[in-house]
């Protein structure tokens, strides 16, 4: 089944960015999977307690569950930015 699935970050408590009045900003928080219909995961998950400021949450910085295949070329660049943590 292809869907889209997505992002769940954690880390937020730690993440340097967020303590220096950073903010996440959400660019495109899913990615578009390939997985069996009975394994469908409810997201994919990143931890975020290292970002700073002026750093993104890019595709290729994704771990995926052996179950889930991210369908790089046609649907995902691996490059393509999810989230970026902003300056307010």
Same mark, same amino acid.
């Given at each position: 089944v292809k869907l889209r699935v997505p992002l769940?970050?954690?880390?937020? !408590?730690a993440? %340097?960015?967020?303590?220096?009045?950073? /903010?996440?900003y959400p660019?495109? @928080? /899913?990615? &578009?999977?390939v997985v069996d219909s009975d394994e469908v @995961? @409810? /997201?994919i998950e990143h931890d975020?307690? &290292?970002m700073n400021i002026g750093q993104s949450i890019r595709i290729r910085d994704l771990v995926f569950p052996d179950s889930v295949k991210a369908?790089?070329?046609?649907?995902? !660049? %691996?490059n393509e930015t999810? /989230?970026?943590m902003i300056k307010l």
């Open positions: 769940l970050v954690i880390g937020q !408590d993440a %340097p960015g967020l303590k220096r009045q950073g /903010y996440l660019v495109k @928080p /899913y990615v &578009t999977c @995961p @409810p /997201y975020i307690s &290292t369908l790089l070329g046609q649907f995902n !660049d %691996p999810l /989230y970026k």
